[in-house]
């Protein structure tokens, strides 16, 4: 079996966000807005503007009462660029809006991909066993095919496939990358080599993805001599296309093995690469991730001047910067950055900010932590559920617990359906409200928690689970492991007891 660490999570990271996208990929294409005519700017800006657990439609409606026109081309850009900032709800919204008359495959497709991410893969199913069977094409398998991936079912995903080999569409490697991938992800390594035999028989040629793919394989068990065999191939083929991604990747094997010199040596040669790239951006930014993960915060900042000096950075940009120096514990330069950032024109982006309270909250520095809670207000700022989890964190652990369950509460409040907090904050806000005998608090907890769907979640960890059990305290209860409500009522009227 392949293990599948965090690392591993990373490289599939590199490939699949920063490599080109295949013509059939449901994968969130690079935003273009800058290309885009004045009047689809502008509906865009006004969708950016809402609240973002606002619906969109009414927006929609309001831009075709004022006369405007939203064609066929433009709802697809607008999904696009939803989907790039992983807005996904309003992107499906926006999906739905459109006629299933004028739908298209790949329309078809990129909606099947946003039901399972929005609503589920069983939503996901539905959708696809009731969509005209003219409409099946390669693109709508190929994301049935990802949702299954996605969701690791193993089972579906390969009777997909071979429907897939059965209707003639598994002639290129674009599939094979997908279970590939999952078998990689799941740690079966004998249908991982099987299928890649399968595409040598076939004379399906390997592409950056495959031979991404094998790389990290290849890492996450640290095979180093794997490594190497694969990286000597894919230079060697002239269609493998090799990139600052491939070297990115080969790096961040030879840190999991503990080999620095060799990961060293493959960044270097990555970012030799980035004249010649298309996606210099991200280059720049994952580069800079990875010089500080091997602790060299002068190349950090060495890669940071030159991302400076060839592109306009924008937010992300300046959140990978001030992520990498945290890891490195350079606050002082993090928060030079951020000042930087913060007199820059930019759309405020609560993230930045978070980063910093989170650091400081993990450092004991909740001054600092809640001076940049004063400054993201003094700009407008909103702080988020990531804000307020990060605080009541700190003062958890500087015993300040009233304040903690303050900003717990307004964690979950402000959290999107299916947040899952941390685990000792909400048992340090249970045990508060027995404290005080609390129950109008404990309820409206509560509530907020089951309204987020968070319960579940919660209640599938097992600390959590013994956690509200000795809140009960009753070695009679009925309630089980598990069982939401009957935990919920016995840890109220354990509350209201008063034992």
Not at 344 to 362: C, H, S, V
Request: proline share 3%; with cysteine; charged share 25%.
């Amino acid at each position: 079996m392949m293990k599948h660490s965090h690392f591993s999570a990373q490289f599939n990271t590199l490939y699949s966000r920063f490599c080109h996208v295949s013509p059939y990929s449901t994968a969130a294409p690079k935003s273009h807005r800058k290309l885009w005519k004045d009047s689809l700017n502008t509906l865009y800006r006004r969708i950016c503007e809402s609240d973002f657990q606002a619906s969109v439609l009414p927006i929609l409606y309001q831009w075709g009462q004022e006369g405007q026109t939203l064609d066929r081309d433009d709802r697809v850009t607008i999904i696009k660029e939803l989907r790039y900032h992983k807005d996904y709800v309003r992107a499906l919204e926006v999906s739905m809006w459109m006629s299933d008359a004028a739908l298209l495959p790949s329309d078809v497709a990129i909606r099947l991909d946003l039901i399972a991410k929005v609503q589920g893969i069983e939503e996901a199913e539905n959708y696809f066993n009731y969509t005209p069977k003219k409409l099946k094409a390669l693109q709508v398998y190929h994301a049935l095919l990802n949702c299954y991936a996605r969701a690791k079912q193993l089972e579906k995903a390969e009777a997909t496939m071979q429907k897939m080999r059965d209707l003639g569409f598994s002639r290129t490697s674009l599939s094979y990358n997908v279970l590939l991938n999952l078998y990689y992800k799941t740690g079966h390594r004998a249908k991982f080599d099987s299928l890649m035999s399968e595409m040598e028989e076939n004379g399906i040629g390997f592409d950056r993805f495959t031979y991404g793919i094998r790389l990290s394989a290849a890492a996450a068990a640290s095979d180093l001599e794997g490594i190497d065999k694969i990286l000597a191939e894919c230079e060697s083929d002239p269609k493998s296309l090799v990139s600052w991604t491939t070297y990115a990747v080969a790096a961040n094997g030879y840190t999991k093995a503990g080999a620095v010199d060799k990961a060293l040596a493959m960044l270097k040669r990555s970012e030799e690469q980035i004249p010649s790239s298309k996606r210099q951006r991200p280059a720049y930014e994952q580069l800079m991730t990875r010089y500080a993960v091997l602790g060299k915060k002068d190349d950090t900042l060495r890669l940071w001047k030159c991302y400076k000096e060839q592109m306009k950075v924008y937010n992300r940009g300046y959140l990978c910067i001030i992520t990498s120096l945290l890891k490195s514990d350079d606050i002082e330069s993090a928060e030079k950055i951020f000042e930087e950032w913060e007199s820059e024109p930019a759309n405020y982006d609560i993230r930045i900010p978070n980063t910093l309270i989170g650091a400081y909250t993990r450092n004991g520095f909740l001054d600092k932590a809640e001076a940049i809670l004063s400054r993201i207000r003094l700009k407008d700022g909103k702080p988020n559920h990531t804000t307020w989890i990060y605080l009541a964190k700190g003062y958890l652990d500087q015993g300040q617990i009233e304040k903690a369950l303050e900003s717990a509460t307004k964690a979950v409040s402000a959290a999107p359906p299916g947040w899952m907090p941390k685990k000792h904050v909400v048992v340090a806000c249970l045990e508060n409200f027995k404290l005080k005998a609390d129950l109008e608090g404990a309820k409206e907890f509560i509530k907020l928690v089951v309204d987020k769907n968070m319960q579940e979640r919660l209640l599938n960890h097992k600390n959590m689970q013994e956690a509200l059990l000795n809140h009960i305290k009753n070695e009679n209860s009925t309630a089980v492991a598990g069982d939401w409500n009957g935990l919920v009522q016995r840890y109220i009227q354990w509350v209201e007891s008063g034992q």
